[in-house]
């Protein structure tokens, strides 16, 4: 008898604990989202997924997930990438789908390889292969040897690289793709990678010109994405072979598809990145004007509100889906609670787990509030955290610094992107270090940080900054015998709000870089 009732109790605990949903499904329009794609119209395609996300019940919402992870990917947004990739992530462990925990755990390293960390983008690409493997995914273990092949042809190691993609290719020709991806075209763009590597490895030098310009070419009936992908990556090679002028005609080629696409309202920098690669091409070729028209078309046109309101935004969305889980976690909880005031043989038990489910909720807590105000590569405060206080705490004793790292793409472009990391996480060092008691920092963004100075009547912020410049300059490399040095642009007292104390000391920092580099301008003191 005893044995029936506890069966009974905890037949009723697992009803309590997981209820029935009671929305009924929202299906997706997919052919509406398709007919937008194909008429270059991102920004309506998008809303439609993103409006239909908090209306889909927890079946739909991984696919949707899944389809707006593909726009963010295409789009290089790298903030939503993270975002909704994390929420797939999640959602997919709940609902026990290993297949979208593996796509989850794809866009995530993709955040990671889009932002040139290649060590943190495998770490992701390793535990979705590990899913890949427990249920034979074919696709999963094709997207880990085309990264694979990625991050090795980055460091111009086409050997590694051609063999990472041919296994690619095996695996990706077997792989099955359902209904739900947009365009899910990992089979062709491997293809053109593999393509065009091979060209660099097998090609004599004045065949690869040819091949590669023939690779770009090819593709101009392509869907969006192919399209772009070609044009872009076999400009780029024959940027390096020197055929500068096939290199432009398919830039250009890629910079009017991109111009013909509408993004509305959506954050992309696609058209920044390929306006430079252009500019690039242009003055290589000897068109001076073009290549410093692209260059000064919008060299000053930066929002740096837009920027802020767009992270504190990203920001509430993290805590807004914190606090579900937390909520939901709550509520489940309370169930267990009000069936142990009912059925006392178990009480014990639940209370030890729920007191298990309450320190473990509390640690997922700080761990994500850690990772919502810290940069992932150097600990420091990441660049919303740090708008957020110094906006909270500015006073006319706070001075604000920008430290960028000088010729830091000539680091990338020698050395490699995880010497580069290299670079950013030594240097953060030297500036937390720098910063005891006396400010803060974070990283703005790629070599850029930003040092608050507080108590200015107290402590003079000039030689402040100075300290942390010949601090730099004072750090001896491994790969390199010459310092690296870097530039500061510094306020010595605040202003009223963020938008214009950056604007001060990205003006100064603009000079300092002019005037030869490795050197501190300030508002109040010359060198």
Known sequence: MIKKIVLSILLIVFICSNPTPVSATINIDKDTVNTLIDDKNFEDAYRILIDSLNESDSDQKLKTLRMILEVDNLLGDTDQLLLHGLELVDSSIQKN????????????????????????????????????????????????????????????????????????????????????????????????????????????????????????????????????????????????????????????????????????????????????????????????????????????????????????????????????????????????????????LLLILLILIIIKEYFKVKSLTKEVYEKSIKDGLTGLYNRMALVDRYEKEISSKTALAIVDIDDFKDINDSYGHLIGDEVIRKIAEVIEHTMIGIGYAGRYGGEEFLIVIQNTEKTNPWDIAEALRLNVEAIRWSFKSEPITVSIGLLCHSKSNFDEGFKTVDDLLYAAKESGKNMTLSTDYNL
């Open 97 to 344: 789908s290993s297949y979208d925990e593996m796509i989850g755990y794809y866009y995530l390293g993709n955040v990671y390889y889009k932002l040139y960390e290649d060590t943190k983008a495998l770490e992701y690409f390793e535990k979705m292969l590990d899913v890949a493997n427990r249920y034979n995914y074919e696709l999963g273990k094709g997207f880990y040897h085309t990264f694979s092949g990625l991050i090795s042809y980055s460091y111009e190691e086409y050997d590694i690289a051609l063999d990472s993609f041919v296994i690619a290719q095996s695996h990706l020709e077997k792989a099955p793709l359902d209904e739900d991806w947009i365009f899910g075209d990992f089979l062709e763009d491997n293809d053109i990678m593999l393509s065009i590597t091979k060209s660099l490895v097998n090609d004599p030098s004045e065949i690869q010109i040819e091949t590669i310009d023939a690779i770009g070419s090819s593709y101009m009936d392509a869907n969006w994405n192919l399209k772009l992908n070609a044009l872009w990556e076999s400009s780029f090679v024959l940027n390096k072979l020197g055929a500068y002028e096939k290199s432009v005609a398919l830039l250009e080629e890629a910079y009017e598809h991109l111009q013909s696409t509408n993004f509305g309202d959506l954050y992309t920098n696609l058209q920044d990145y390929l306006k430079y690669d252009l500019a690039y091409a242009y003055y290589n070729t000897g068109e001076y004007q073009k290549s410093s028209e692209l260059v000064l078309e919008d060299a000053y046109d930066y929002d740096i509100k837009e920027e802020v309101n767009r992270s504190e935004l990203i920001n509430d969305k993290l805590r807004t889906l914190e606090n579900r889980s937390l909520e939901a976690e709550s509520q489940r909880q309370m169930r267990i609670i009000g069936i142990i005031s009912a059925f006392s």
